[in-house]
């Protein structure tokens, strides 16, 4: 592939996921607030188009016609950029995560991922995440309110301790990969040796790390209303406060696909190659495999949303340095066990 | 122009406009955003020169992690008051400069004397490997275990003694 044509199948690739990425997170709030009705014997939006289908248009149209409130006291620059870093992380951590096998498409070899053969591969989803705390912790500080500021700190501080048992639980992952290359760590879970089943420790872990850092309930104490109004968004409106919200649910699906592609066997469906089909049928059902496991962790995230009530703060920190910090270190020990005893390599 | 070369500019630009506003920024919270895009500038360099790793350690390091700590003290302190600092203590302000056009001076000094004319040539595939994850990691274990070990240690024993000193506060 010379070089004018790598770009442009790069550049589809990208305006393709962007695309979807919009449009899910979109239907994912719609999702949200039908689920919450069900959970709570509602009936949720139904009044825009078939079964309130067009909510989420309505909804972005009445946050681009809302007034955008700078307060006095806040540090104007800062105050824009926050919600741009939010959403920038949230966009651009999907280069690395494959979402199917290598497919052929006019005589092209194309890998379903934006950057398939960068070296760092999972690490830089790691130093995307790490520049995600500075949108809230910059939200709290330049709003010039009380409110934010301590929702920016709490932020920072529940960020960065799971951020640590979040980076352990992967480590366990490479160890068993012996790779930090996203498509060949889904590669070595054919079968059923699914991570999630060889090392449930760091599953679990894991899944518990990426509801704290995408700050979901029950850890979603940087904007604990009771407490703190709003949070660190206290001070945002109009479309600066709808980059925070697509920001949280785009997270959500980047957590998800993490979670799908470190332990649930990334878009592999278990013992489909021994029946024998055509990679045209296969290949789709795989993709399809891996958009399945991804709506079901998406229900997941939001089902849990409202069933657990939240953590108290220092519950939160307990559990986020007694409990998980060992674990994962636990989970290591456990891996590197099986790689001695099983040279798996 | 190559790729290369434009991405270098660009970089390079970024990571000196930045300092530069980092150093002169009267806010310490601003500085630390200065500071935290240089360090992007910085890591966009080191993928430049195929140093994958170290440009993605730098970022999860030094961006994400140490200057957050720093955001956290800024934001818990907030040392607004202490632009006054050197309008209160005029003698803490000459010695700053003095100390400070010494660091610059030494600086100056150790760029300039030594050899720039000197080009290193490497072979840009063997420069790729060396950035490489896994040539680091096989290194680090066998050619660099004592020196690396000792670094482990050096670390644990100032993580037990901030926890001593934080400790006796509480106490």
Same mark, same amino acid.
């Given at each position: 592939m010379d070089m004018f044509t790598l770009f442009a199948v790069k550049l589809i690739q990208v305006l393709i996921i962007a695309q979807v990425m919009l449009l899910t997170v979109s239907y994912l709030v719609y999702f949200e607030r039908k689920i919450s009705a069900w959970a709570q014997s509602r009936v949720g939006p139904n009044r825009v188009g078939p079964a309130g289908l067009l909510q989420p248009f309505a909804d972005v149209l009445k946050l681009l016609l809302k007034e955008d409130i700078m307060p006095e006291k806040a540090n104007?620059?800062?105050h824009i950029i926050a919600p741009i870093i939010a959403l920038f992380v949230a966009f651009t951590t999907y280069a690395v995560i494959p979402i199917g096998p290598d497919i052929t498409l006019f005589g092209l070899n194309i890998p379903l991922s934006v950057a398939p053969e960068i070296d760092m591969g999972i690490l830089y989803v790691l130093a995307l995440t790490s520049i995600g705390v500075y949108a809230i912790t910059f939200s709290g500080w330049s709003s010039g309110s009380k409110y934010s500021l301590l929702g920016g700190i709490r932020s920072s501080a529940q960020m960065i301790s799971y951020e640590i048992s979040m980076g352990f639980a992967i480590a366990g992952v490479l160890l068993m990969a012996g790779s930090t290359l996203p498509t060949k760590i889904v590669e070595l879970q054919s079968g059923w040796m699914w991570n999630a089943i060889v090392q449930p420790i760091g599953f679990i872990v894991f899944v518990v790390s990426a509801f704290a850092e995408t700050n979901r309930l029950p850890f979603d104490l940087p904007e604990a209303e009771p407490e703190l109004v709003g949070g660190f968004h206290t001070e945002y409106s109009s479309m600066k406060f709808a980059g925070f919200f697509l920001a949280e649910y785009a997270n959500m699906i980047i957590a998800s696909a993490l979670i799908v592609t470190l332990y649930l066997g990334g878009w592999q469906i278990p013992y489909i190659e021994t029946l024998g089909w055509a990679p045209e049928i296969v290949i789709p059902l795989q993709i399809g495999a891996f958009a399945f496991k991804l709506g079901a962790l998406l229900f997941f995230f939001i089902w849990v949303r409202w069933s657990l009530p939240r953590f108290r703060y220092d519950q939160l920190m307990d559990l986020g340095w007694?409990?998980?910090?060992?674990?994962?270190?636990?989970?290591?020990?456990?891996?590197?066990?099986i790689i001695m005893i099983f040279g798996i390599k | 122009m190559e790729l290369a070369e434009i991405l270098f500019l660009a970089f390079a630009s970024i990571a000196v406009v930045t300092a530069i506003f980092t150093v002169i920024s009267r806010s310490p919270v601003i500085s630390a955003l200065f500071l935290v895009i240089n360090f992007g500038a910085l890591s966009g360099l080191y993928l430049l020169l195929s140093a994958q790793f170290l440009s993605v350690v730098q970022v999860i390091v030094y961006a994400g992690a140490i200057m957050v700590l720093f =955001?956290?003290?800024?934001? %818990?302190?907030?040392? *607004?008051k202490e632009d006054k600092y050197f309008v209160v203590n005029r003698k803490m302000k000459i010695f700053a400069v003095i100390v400070g056009l010494f660091l610059f001076g030494q600086l100056a000094f150790a760029i300039f004397a030594s050899d720039i004319g000197q080009t290193v040539s490497i072979e840009s595939s063997r420069s790729e490997q060396i950035g490489k994850i896994a040539y680091i990691g096989e290194? =680090?274990?066998?050619?660099? %275990?004592?020196?690396? *070990?000792?670094?482990a240690f050096v670390l644990l024993v100032a993580t037990i003694g901030a926890i001593v000193i934080s400790k006796k506060k509480l106490d």
């Open positions: 104007k620059l800062v007694k409990v998980m910090f060992p674990l994962s270190l636990i989970n290591i020990v456990w891996v590197a066990a | =955001l956290f003290v800024l934001m %818990l302190l907030r040392p *607004e290194n =680090l274990y066998t050619t660099y %275990l004592f020196p690396f *070990e000792a670094i």
